[in-house]
């Protein structure tokens, strides 16, 4: 975590950009009660998109197990 006094070197991609005109630049920085709250915030998405991605996962399994069985004839469908 970034505080405040801290170096940054900055290269950027835009030729017309140099360090000196970035350090013109003020960065504010969050309190450090924030950022807590902002990282548990992403933790905890984090987590819920873990669970969705392995649901999706279990999902797919469950939709190939059953289309070898419908296309071996292991099960047959009644019209």
């Known amino acids: 975590m970034l505080q405040v006094g801290d170096v940054?070197?900055?290269?950027?991609?835009?030729?017309?950009?140099s360090a000196v005109v970035t350090k013109k630049f003020s960065v504010v920085l969050p309190s450090l009660k924030e950022q807590h709250k902002t990282c548990e915030l992403v933790h905890s998405i984090s987590k819920n998109i873990e669970?969705?991605?392995?649901?999706?996962t279990q999902t797919k399994n469950l939709k190939k197990s059953l289309m070898a069985d419908l296309?071996?004839?292991?099960?047959?469908?009644k019209l």
């Open 8 to 17: 940054i070197t900055v290269r950027t991609g835009y030729p017309g950009i």
């Open 51 to 56: 669970c969705v991605e392995y649901k999706l």
């Open 71 to 77: 296309l071996t004839g292991r099960v047959r469908v």
